[in-house]
């Protein structure tokens, strides 16, 4: 779609006060009146305070938080469906915030599409009529909206359902209907509201595996909101985590497993079933000098579990972890793997926590 | 004490001259623009007489074939067409043809007008708050003002006939049609829009793809209460010289013809059921996609 490389998104030092007044509040706000007081004192709700994310071109940024956060306050900034109070949002270089009506209607065409959580198809019209939607919107003629609309209908899975209405599908099928929908404007920029929270736990994965095997090709810009972590882990490039309104974490999966930024994340990642998303050079041993890997091999970035499972299977050796060009960074053992796994805070056994992210 | 036991109200002879000068003013109103208003209107009256003349003088069987097609159309319910059919035939049987006919037509046009005007002050007022708050009055009074009382100034300005018989049923009939749209407009789905908004649709996309489409079942229940009223309305606008099934009974009532107005009251009510039954059965067909719910 784009000619030039697509800019990525950035957030710099976005607020949002929710109230008839909120810029008479801003500048309290930011000399760091609370959420608690804005409400008492003036009545108004502190939606987000001094956000800064920058999410590069093709990454998929996960959004977490628990209920009242803010997540669907901040996803709807990126296309204006809420304005800030303050702050700049810059999609490609442009910020959205100082669009005209007009230029936001065409920012949306053509380089946003979303992903509702309560899917929000038109209940009147068929599948293949609520795919076509977007680029109906854009003016595209009739025999292109149907080539590009039953294209991506196959990608998802729902060939031969074009001309069933949305009340005729299960949950999950209608919301591939909207990742269909989404999909079809090709733009840059997904934007997904808990987009797979209403799904049950087996088609939820379905759908991660489809956004995954999709995102290998489309190279999209994703913004993905969940409350669910493993969601965020299996998703997210990188992930931020929101409470009442302020990130409080961002980082890689890695980071927020790893290095906790409070007891709020803390909280969050004591359930993760750590095996499966911990890589090995968090538990490797470094190597101190630069010598040659001998015996086997295993690729940064590998995790824990996978590890175990090559190991087992290999000859009773320490392995030397190797990044991309073959480089070696440190070794591991069995011992030190298994002893990761089991020391994930004491809390809960990689077992009892393995059904959450099966398939 | 008299004040107590007897309302004190305004002086005799200042509300006299009051009710008056009302009066007269209209009246001079009526005189200066009587003629304009009347020539405003008169397409409307090329209308009535256009659709009068097509229903008296086709042939009957076209006629019933005709309704009867159109009611297949629309229900695609063989009970309903086979009803439509028997009544009509009953009703040219007791020699009411004619005057049925003039009926439907005079419906058939208030309706078209009805839709005409109500679906966009419906939309208007569905957009604006301020708009519904200053329209919804005007409509209580529409519907509740007894309809002779708006027959007065009515039959003043354009005189006895058709066209004036035709804006007083208009009044009384188009309050439902205006209210109906405006709730079906403002019961969309907030997500639905919100993400007709996220693909960029400007405002009247979102109302021509969106807002009406989903409000379409509401809006069908809105014609389809303005028929009724308007069918209740065809005795009263007889009285001002429209021509049809009101007259007869208006003249039973005079003379204490039981039997007459008993037919023609009968005749009233068949047409208002096959009105009734062929729209609310083509509403229901319009919302099939909310019927079968996925289990
Ligand atoms: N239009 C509004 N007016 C006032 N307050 C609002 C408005 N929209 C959101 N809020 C408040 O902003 C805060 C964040 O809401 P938001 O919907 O973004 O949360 P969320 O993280 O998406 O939660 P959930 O997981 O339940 O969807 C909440 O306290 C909410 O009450
Ligand atoms: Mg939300």
Redo the contacts between chains.
């Keep these: 779609m784009a000619e030039h490389a697509f800019g990525g998104i950035k957030i710099r030092e976005l607020y949002k006060i929710f109230g008839p007044n909120a810029a008479a509040h801003i500048e309290s706000v930011k000399n760091g009146l609370t959420k608690t007081e804005l409400n008492e004192k003036h009545g108004h709700v502190l939606g987000l305070r001094d956000i800064n994310i920058e999410i590069p071109s093709g990454r998929i940024q996960v959004i977490m938080g628990l209920s009242g956060s803010g997540k669907s306050t901040l996803i709807r900034h990126i296309?204006r469906?809420i304005d800030p109070t303050s702050g700049e949002v810059l999609v490609d270089g442009v910020d959205v915030v100082k669009m005209s009506e007009t230029d936001?209607?065409?920012?949306?065409?053509?380089q946003?599409?979303?992903v509702?959580q309560?899917f929000?198809?038109?209940?009147?019209r068929?599948v293949l009529d609520n795919t076509v939607?977007?680029l109906?919107?854009?003016g595209l003629p009739q025999s292109v909206r149907a080539d590009t609309a039953m294209r991506w209908l196959e990608q998802v899975g729902l060939k031969g359902f074009e001309q069933k209405?949305?009340?005729?599908?299960?949950g999950g099928m209608q919301q591939r209907v909207g990742l269909a929908r989404a999909l079809a404007?090709d733009a840059p920029v997904l934007?997904m509201d808990e987009a797979y929270s209403a799904l049950d736990p087996l088609i939820r994965s379905d759908m991660q595996t489809i956004l995954l095997d999709l995102q290998k090709e489309i190279k999209k810009t994703i913004v993905f909101i969940t409350h669910d972590l493993d969601e965020a882990l299996r998703l997210g490039d990188q992930i931020a985590i929101l409470r009442d309104g302020e990130v409080i974490q961002q980082g890689t999966s890695q980071d927020i497993v790893l290095r906790p930024a409070d007891d709020y994340v803390a909280n969050f990642v004591k359930d993760v079933n750590r095996g499966r998303v911990v890589h090995v050079e968090a538990v490797m041993q470094p190597l101190a000098g630069h010598a040659a890997p001998s015996g086997p091999t295993i690729a940064a970035g590998t995790t824990i579990e996978e590890a175990v499972r090559l190991l087992v299977s290999g000859p009773e050796k320490d392995v030397t972890v190797v990044d991309p060009t073959g480089k070696p960074l440190g070794v591991v053992t069995l011992r030190q793997l298994a002893g990761a796994i089991v020391s994930a805070h004491g809390t809960t056994s990689p077992s009892a926590a393995a059904p959450a992210m099966a398939g | 004490m008299d004040w107590f036991y007897k309302f004190p109200h305004m002086n005799d002879d200042a509300l006299r001259s009051l009710k008056k000068a009302i009066d007269e003013g209209f009246r001079a109103f009526t005189r200066s623009y009587g003629d304009t208003i009347e020539f405003l209107f008169s397409p409307l009256q090329h209308f009535l007489i256009a659709a009068d003349r097509f229903m008296t003088q086709t042939p009957w069987p076209i006629i019933i074939l005709l309704i009867a097609a159109i009611a297949w159309a629309a229900t695609r319910n063989l009970r309903i067409v086979g009803g439509c059919f028997v009544t009509l035939l009953l009703i040219g049987y007791f020699d009411m043809w004619d005057d049925t006919m003039r009926t439907i037509a005079m419906i058939f046009v208030c309706t078209v007008l009805s839709i005409a005007i109500g679906i966009p002050i419906g939309i208007l007022m569905s957009r604006s708050n301020r708009v519904q708050r200053v329209i919804n009055p005007i409509l209580d009074v529409m519907q509740t003002m007894p309809s002779f009382v708006y027959l007065i100034p009515v039959v003043m300005l354009l005189g006895i006939g058709k066209v004036p018989g035709l804006i007083a049923v208009v009044i009384y009939a188009i309050p439902p049609m205006i209210r109906l749209t405006d709730l079906g407009i403002r019961l969309v789905d907030r997500d639905v829009l919100e993400a007709a908004d996220a693909f960029g649709a400007s405002g009247k996309q979102k109302l021509f793809k969106v807002q009406l489409p989903l409000a379409l079942p509401t809006i069908m229940a809105g014609i389809n209460q303005t028929i009724m009223m308007a069918l209740a309305m065809v005795v009263i606008a007889s009285m001002i010289g429209v021509q049809g099934l009101g007259q007869p009974v208006l003249k039973a009532i005079a003379n204490q013809y039981f039997t007459l107005g008993m037919f023609n009251g009968l005749a009233i009510v068949g047409i208002a059921i096959i009105f009734d039954r062929v729209s609310q059965a083509y509403g229901k067909r319009l919302q099939k996609h909310r019927e079968i719910v996925h289990g």
Aim: charged share 20%; no cysteine; net charge positive.
């Design positions: 296309n469906l936001l209607r065409e920012f949306r065409r053509q946003t599409a979303m509702f309560k929000a198809l038109l209940p009147h068929n939607f977007g109906e919107v854009q209405y949305p009340n005729q599908l299960s404007n934007l």
